[in-house]
């Protein structure tokens, strides 16, 4: 009775313990878990006790850790840490230390030399280590960003002012001599001109500003970011289609904000169809979204490009930086919206950015006050 008592107590120990408790024999056969190891590694012990749990641990050295006979080589014990991706993705720390022959445990298990193995679940820790680590990295760019913003943009100024003071000397020269020089004088000012883009949406990726909400006509928005963008859009041969439905509901939106992802959304479809192409784009209401859709016929994304598409720094433009499309789901999250892409390599693309209606806002908003 004394030994059920005792046998009992330590039971209820290794089930309330958060780390789990797993012994294998000499053949990876499983010996005993308890509720912990069951949770972490998604098994019931009673259908797998006498069975090999060694699928279960893929990454551990299984030959190697079963085979150690020599005490010194364990060198007080075995530690690693492991990923399993089932019952679901987590990170676990393990130390094995051997067990002596206690010559079997039950009928099912052959006596012999056998391993505890001690689990702990780090999924948490590693998490919280991966955040703090790329806030420490995103602060880093801040500083870095606002040393770029000083130290290049102002020679690029002094640059951009004075092409603008050899373009009105190049315009005095003979006609043959005015064209050349004056091609030359283009080539640097348009490169100055990509410089300092570039440094502006670095610094909007990396110091982002929050939005000022105002109730705002999207389709006047989208409109005036169309005549802005005329130009490069008749340059670049591309056919543009505007489809709003009989009456556009006003949204709140920041009106720089938005004007910039729709900016970025059509600078990205021109920029896909370098030899020409269409683009379509879509406006429709329901009770909940205000959508707009870019519809382009460029070229397309794979599988392994569209896992990466919002990253920074992940761009397959050759003079891209990357930054737009991350700055373009930035903004529409901070809108209370969200962004969706499909596409196909060779049969082009659709972005499809959905706002929050100005009347849904308020609602979610009221509800939030009334609860508080």
Not at 112 to 126: A, E, N
Not at 241 to 252: H, L, R, S
Not at 320 to 329: A, D, R, S
Request: proline letters at 4%; a negative charge.
């Amino acid at each position: 009775m004394r030994l059920a008592n005792e046998r009992g107590f330590l039971e209820a120990i290794f089930q309330s313990i958060q780390e789990g408790v797993l012994a294998v024999d000499s053949q990876g056969r499983l010996l005993y878990a308890n509720r912990a190891t069951e949770q972490m590694l998604g098994f019931e012990y009673a259908k797998l006790r006498g069975r090999s749990v060694m699928r279960l641990l893929r990454d551990l050295d299984w030959d190697r850790l079963l085979r150690i006979t020599d005490a010194d080589e364990w060198s007080r014990m075995v530690t690693r840490e492991v990923e399993v991706a089932y019952p679901e993705h987590r990170h676990l720390s393990l130390y094995a230390v051997p067990l002596p022959d206690l010559g079997g445990v039950g009928d099912a298990v052959a006596a012999g030399p056998s391993v505890l193995i001690i689990l702990r679940d780090v999924t948490r820790d590693r998490a919280e280590e991966a955040t703090a680590l790329e806030s420490e990295r995103t602060n880093a760019v801040k500083l870095l960003a606002a040393g770029v913003a000083h130290e290049i943009g102002n020679p690029l100024n002094a640059l951009n002012i004075h092409l603008q003071l050899l373009s009105r000397a190049v315009a005095a020269l003979p006609e043959q001599s005015r064209d050349e020089f004056g091609d030359l004088v283009d080539v640097a000012r348009n490169e100055v001109g990509r410089l300092d883009t570039i440094i502006t949406q670095f610094l909007r990726a990396v110091r982002p500003q929050k939005p000022v909400f105002a109730a705002g006509d999207v389709a006047d928005l989208l409109q005036e970011t169309l005549r802005l963008m005329k130009t490069e859009i008749e340059n670049r041969r591309i056919d543009v289609a505007v489809e709003f439905p009989g009456e556009v509901p006003k949204v709140q939106i920041d009106r720089h904000q938005i004007k910039q992802v729709f900016f970025n959304l059509i600078k990205n479809a021109l920029e896909a169809m370098p030899d020409g192409g269409s683009l379509k784009i879509a406006m429709q209401a329901s009770d909940v979204w205000l959508e707009v859709a870019f519809l382009d016929t460029g070229v397309g994304f794979g599988p392994e490009q569209m896992g990466r598409l919002f990253q920074p720094y992940q761009t397959t433009k050759a003079n891209g930086n990357g930054l737009g499309l991350m700055i373009v789901q930035r903004i529409v999250q901070e809108h209370g919206g969200q962004i969706e892409v499909a596409s196909r390599p060779g049969e082009g693309s659709c972005f499809r950015i959905m706002l929050p209606r100005a009347s849904r806002r308020i609602r979610m908003l009221s509800t939030t006050a009334e609860k508080g």
